[in-house]
Each structure stands twice: as structure tokens, then as C-alpha cells.
């Protein structure tokens, strides 16, 4: 619980506080006393009159009353001295740096949730334990260095990890981002990433607070929580950037279906995010490049002009901005040519605007004007500006940072020449402007931005499903893999199309009760999960001799129990699947079927429930959507139908939210109908 006591507290009590400042507590308390912080200074050292010219309690039990106390004396002293504080010093706020708790074993777990039920009695507020510390407007209560100036208007960072969350500041005053709070929730015992973002909600003012948020997350304690305060915020005007550590495909739990096999933590908390409408990033770089572009104007389109003269440049960020789905469109036409006149010869303005090595620094205000004021197919720039050290490129930066202001479209500097005008870029930073000192590293965060979507805001409305028959066959069926029957019963249930089938451990029943299939039919082993694997699916079976002899050889494959036949379908092969994360609702996957779905691993995924924007916004960002529609005169699907199986997909988990993983691998898809034909649902707690 946050409080008052931690943001602003009026009295701190450094336990464990040192006079020398390679210490932990020496170095916190030196960043106290050199920072902002106007309140009462309390230490407590046992060996030591003064520390740093304050003096020194013996035993916390000798302080007065305080409203936060750091501490940073060994882990096995901690709950007594935070016990006497909440007890006896009305003290509301801890904030633990000492590591050896749940970090290091059973009895550092033990310690922390007795410190917690501590605070919890007199409602007080927890950060860590095992952290660096918090910097707000009032104190700067961290260890380390540097500490950044606090700006209001800067980045507000949220860090599961305190080295990294100093690493991510350290990069980020280089490139000119600026920082508000900084919260290391370390262990988070008691306050979670999620905790602080919701007080963060709570209290935004979007006059006054920092509009910029970046997570560094290593666990998602409450990921309804974590989508609930993040959207709110977007909605409310600020942006969010985040990295999830520790979420790839080997890190998460191994399955046996197909959707286990591809579904992993990662695409969950990508759908999450999405969901929320937080840029994902996957590193530290990336994150910072996000926050540098949320410092400038929005961008509103996706037609880039990138201003150089430094032509390979230019190409690699061409590059990267056409992979992330933005445009450098070509710029033509009379404005073009007039532009030109204005140049040296050699240069060209066909985008990218390459106005080479000699270019000046009134050539490339010309430039910047033009793309403002006369090419309406451009919605921003990216300039690329160094210096190969032949002569001041100070007066280019002078240009460029008022454009910077008085420009209604956004501008992106690449000033890359960190040594040959260092001096050059630090007047442009203490401006208040942010570098991007690599272009492809700008490319990928701008697509990643542009390419977020909105916090979903919209009412989801569920498709109408036979409920009461689902709950019939969940409540009556055990944990693990659903029969075939069952199966077929909450597909008809939740009103997805599935193809006519027979199965039957007896050749004999399976003749006699297939008369009304047609051929040619598929035949398909029950019991192994990877049918394909094992040689238990064999097709174009045209008679029914020819499912006798299929059934004695399929009867032999290893861990089969019975036959299925099914009429063989023709069409384009899709995928549908679910997958259950611990604490997440359910991820909705969807993508191309068969075997592709290893072979290209081309899969959207979306949390539920699930809109119907949503659901198209899925099925339109795979790689392979112009099979969908239909490509080189090869027949289409019917992308409605689709997008109404994921709704009802979306549908049978709500009601069923004991389904932990679902396999719908293939659907056969044509203009006319979807048809489920190999389906596998697996029920847990």
C-alpha cells in the first residue's frame, strides 16, 4: 500500500547508516543528504558517534518517531528492527536494501513474510526487501549512482531489478531521457510493479505527473491487475513501455498438443500487452528508444522521410522501418524538384533525402520545411546528422532543435557521432531534447510504437453458447484429456462446426456404423497426441476394404486405443488453440494448420475475452492472412466464419475456464464453411 510516509516522507531513519560510502548504507546516506530531501535525517550505527556529520543512535530502539526507515543491516536483523519501528516509532513506510531473503532460501522466505505481516498490522507500506531503493520528488533513497535529477516530466521507472533499473537510468540520461520516480521493487513481499501502477492510476494527473512509464518486469504477480491500471493510465493520456523478462519459449512449462508446444509465457504477456496497449520491448536499448520517441510529438501515420547525408544509413533504417510495416514512400513531383534546386548537385530528394557530406545546416532547415509544409505523404522525419569530424556540426543542431519545437510533425534526430561531436550533441541534450544515436535501434522501437494498439475499451460481447451443457460435461469428466466424446459434445455446444466422425476400437462396429460417410475418407489413430509422428494418419481411403486393412495397421501403432474415420475434406488447413498461463486469463491462439504451424510458426494470440476487433486484428496480422483471402487464383476462406470460431472459442473458456489447453489443428477452411476436424481439449483444477 502506498502511502504518503513513502513518497514524502518528513523523517527517514537510515538503519545501518556508514561514514564509509563504499557501503550500502553510506552511499544511500550520502545520496540523502546531497539530494532533495528537506526533512529530519535519523542513523542508526552502534560503532559510531557521527555519520557523515549526523549524529548516531545506538539502537533503533533509541530513535524517535520517523516516518520511513531504509534499512541496510544484514537480513537476520531486519524483522526485529522493523518490528520496534512499526510498534513503537509510528513509522509507515520500510524500505528494505539488505539481500538474503526469499532471494536465498527457506528462512529468508520465513523472515520476509514475518516483516510483512509486521507492516501489514499498522497499514504501512513495504518496498523489497533485496532492492535499491525508491527516488521520488522529495528524496533520493537509493544506493547507487547516478542519480538522475528528478524532472516531472520525465520517465517514471518501475524495475523488478535493481542493477538493471540503474543500468536503464545510466543509458538513458546519456541519450537525454530524463527521470521522475524511480521505484526497485526487488522481492516485491508486500508492494508488486502492479501495486505502484495502480497507485499511479489512481492519482494521475496528467498536468503535473510524469506521462512516461517504463516497467522492467521479471514476474507478472497480477496480470489483471497489471491490465487494468495500464489501460486506465493510456486511456488517460500517458504511455507505457515495458520489457518481460524470462518470458521465451524454453523458459515456459513443456506441453504435449501443439499449442503447448508453441504457446509460450512470451506470447502470452505479448498478448497482454497488446491488450493493454503497452509497447513490448525486448531489451534495455529498445525500451529506452521507446521512451525517447513518447518525449516527441505522436506519430500520426506511417510515411516516413529520412534526412541524411550519410546515405547507408538511411538504407539500414529503410530497411528496418519497411520490416515494422511503415512506409518511406518515394517523393516526387514540382515541390521536389524545387526543393532539389536548393541543394548541392548529386543530392537527391527521392526519400530518403540524401543531401551528401557537404550538405549545411540551412539545407537541411530547407529540408525539414519542405517535408512540414509542402509533402502531405509525409507524416514525420527521421534525420540522420553526424559528423565525420572535418568540421562543426553545432549550427545543424541549433536548426534542427528549433524545427524540433515549432514542427506539427514529429522529427526523430539520429546524431550518431558520439565522440566526433560529443560537445555538439550536449548542448542539443541539455535542451530537453533525446538522441537516437543508432537508426536501426530507431526504426524497430518507431514500428513497435506505431504498431501498438489501443488499450481495449469496448464492452465484449460474447457469443451466444449452450452453457448449461458445457457445465454438464466439464463437471462430469476428470482432469487431463477430454474423450472423444466429450469433446464433440462441447464443440456442438459452443457452436463450432465439426466435421462427421467414427470411432471405434472394433473393425467390425467401425464398418458397420461409417455407412453413412462418404468417400474418400481420412483414417486417424486415438491415443498418441502427435498423429503425424507416429504414421497414424493415412488418407485417400476409397473403399471399404481399404479401412479393414487400415485399421490393423493403425490397431498396431504404439499407445493406440481405437480408429477414427472421418470424410476427407478439401480446403485451406487453419489452427485454433487455447492456452492457460498460471494467473492469466486464457490465450486465444489462431494461424495456419497442419503441419505449417511448426513448420512456419505464423500464430496470432489474444487474451480473453475476446472482441470481435480483436479477433480480426488476429487473424489479419499473420504472416499468411493472403491465404486467407486468397492468392494466385487459389481459393480463399470465408475470414468471417473465422473470426466467429475464435469469439466462440473465447466463449466455451469463459464458461469453462478448467480447460488448460485446446487444439482445434486442422480446421478446414473454404468461402462456404470451417470445419473442425482434429480437436483435443486437456482439463486441469
Known amino acids: 500500500m502506498i502511502n504518503t510516509q513513502l513518497l514524502n516522507p518528513s523523517s527517514i531513519a537510515v538503519i545501518g547508516a556508514s561514514n564509509d560510502l563504499k557501503k550500502p548504507g553510506g552511499h544511500l546516506l550520502k545520496n540523502l543528504r546531497s539530494g532533495s530531501f528537506n526533512g529530519t535525517l535519523y542513523v542508526v550505527n552502534p560503532k559510531e558517534e557521527k555519520v557523515q556529520g549526523i549524529p548516531s543512535f545506538k539502537t533503533v530502539q533509541d530513535l524517535p518517531e520517523t516516518d520511513l526507515a531504509i534499512l541496510a543491516i544484514p537480513a537476520k536483523h531486519c524483522l526485529e528492527a522493523v518490528t520496534i519501528l512499526a510498534e513503537e516509532k509510528n513509522t509507515k513506510a520500510f524500505i528494505i536494501i539488505s539481500a538474503g531473503f526469499g532471494e536465498a532460501g527457506e528462512k529468508g522466505t520465513i523472515w520476509e513474510q514475518q516483516i510483512v505481516e509486521t507492516v501489514e498490522k499498522v497499514d504501512g507500506c513495504l518496498i523489497g526487501p533485496n532492492c535499491i531503493g525508491v527516488i521520488t520528488e522529495y528524496y533520493k533513497g537509493v544506493f547507487t549512482a547516478p542519480v538522475p535529477n528528478f524532472n516531472p516530466k520525465g520517465c517514471d521507472l518501475i524495475s523488478g531489478s535493481g542493477a538493471t533499473a540503474v543500468f536503464i537510468m545510466e543509458a538513458g540520461m546519456q541519450l537525454g531521457v530524463s527521470f521522475a520516480h524511480v521505484f526497485s521493487v ?25 506521462s512516461i512509464k517504463l516497467l522492467y518486469l521479471e514476474t507478472i504477480s497480477n496480470p489483471k491487475k497489471l491490465l487494468k491500471h495500464a489501460s486506465s493510465l493510456i486511456n488517460k493520456g500517458a504511455k507505457i513501455a515495458a520489457i518481460k523478462a524470462g518470458s521465451t519459449a524454453e523458459g515456459s512449462r ?10 509460450s509465457s512470451d506470447m502470452t504477456v505479448r498478448a497482454l500487452f497488446d491488450k493493454a496497449g503497452i509497447v513490448y ?55 521536389a524538384e524545387k526543393l532539389k534546386s536548393f541543394l548541392h548537385p548529386g543530392s537527391s530528394v527521392a526519400n530518403p533525402i540524401d543531401f551528401l557530406a557537404t550538405g549545411t545546416a540551412e539545407q537541411l532547415g530547407i529540408i525539414i520545411d519542405y517535408c512540414e509544409h509542402k509533402f502531405e505523404n509525409i507524416d514525420a522525419m527521421a534525420v540522420v546528422f553526424g559528423s565525420p569530424g572535418l568540421f562543426d556540426v553545432e549550427n545543424a543542431y541549433n536548426v534542427l532543435s528549433v524545427k524540433l519545437d515549432i514542427c506539427n510533425k514529429p522529427i526523430f534526430p539520429v546524431l550518431p557521432s558520439v565522440v566526433n561531436a560529443q560537445r555538439e550533441i550536449a548542448s542539443f541534450l541539455k535542451k530537453g531534447h533525446v538522441n537516437f544515436p543508432d537508426e536501426v535501434v530507431l526504426g524497430k522501437a518507431l514500428s513497435q510504437v506505431y504498431n501498438t494498439p489501443k488499450p481495449t475499451t469496448e464492452e465484449v460481447k460474447i457469443p451466444t453458447i449452450d452453457t448449461e451443457s458445457i457445465r454438464q460435461v466439464i463437471e462430469s469428466a476428470p482432469q487431463g484429456y477430454l474423450s472423444a466424446s466429450k469433446t464433440e459434445q462441447l464443440l456442438d455446444a459452443a457452436g463450432i462446426p465439426r466435421v462427421v466422425e467414427v ?28 498423429k503425424s509422428d507416429k504414421n497414424g494418419v493415412v488418407l485417400n481411403i476409397a473403399s471399404k476394404t481399404e479401412v479393414a486393412e487400415t485399421f490393423d495397421l493403425l490397431m498396431d501403432i504404439e499407445s493406440t486405443t481405437a480408429v477414427m474415420v472421418q470424410p476427407q475434406l478439401a480446403g485451406l488447413e487453419l489452427f485454433v ?32 475475452p475476446i472482441s470481435e476487433p480483436e479477433a480480426k486484428k488476429m487473424v489479419q496480422s499473420l504472416r499468411g492472412y493472403k491465404l486467407i483471402q486468397g492468392t494466385r487464383g487459389q481459393q ?24 488448460t489447453e485446446m487444439d482445434i489443428n486442422p480446421l478446414i477452411g473454404t468461402q462456404r464453411a470451417i470445419t473442425a476436424v482434429d480437436t483435443r481439449i486437456q482439463l486441469g483444477e
Open 186 to 210: 526487488g522481492n516485491a513481499a508486500q508492494t508488486s510493479v502492479e501495486d505502484i501502477l495502480e497507485y499511479m492510476d489512481l492519482h494521475f494527473d496528467p498536468a503535473t505527473d510524469a
Open 254 to 263: 513443456a506441453a504435449t498438443s501443439h499449442t503447448g508446444a508453441i504457446a
Open 281 to 335: 520491448c525486448s531489451s534495455r536499448e529498445e525500451l529506452l528508444s521507446v521512451a525517447s520517441i513518447f518525449n516527441y510529438k505522436k506519430l500520426n501515420g506511417k510515411n516516413i522521410a529520412i534526412i541524411t547525408h550519410a546515405g547507408g544509413s538511411a538504407v539500414m533504417l529503410a530497411d528496418e522501418l519497411s520490416k515494422g510495416g511503415l512506409n518511406v514512400p518515394e517523393i516526387t513531383g514540382a515541390y
Open 503 to 530: 470411432i471405434e476400437n472394433s473393425k467390425e462396429k467401425l464398418l458397420k456404423n461409417m455407412t453413412g460417410i462418404d468417400f474418400p475418407v481420412v483414417m486417424k489413430v486415438v491415443g498418441p497426441i502427435h
Open 577 to 608: 488453440g487455447v492456452k492457460k498461463e498460471p494467473g492469466f486469463s486464457h490465450t486465444i491462439l489462431c494461424g495456419l494448420g497442419g503441419i505449417f504451424i511448426e513448420v512456419l510458426n505464423d500464430v496470432a494470440a489474444g487474451l480473453t
Open 636 to 659: 480463399g476462406v470465408n475470414e468471417e466464419l473465422f473470426v466467429e470460431i475464435i469469439l466462440r472459442l473465447s466463449a466455451l473458456v469463459e464458461a469453462a475456464p478448467e480447460i
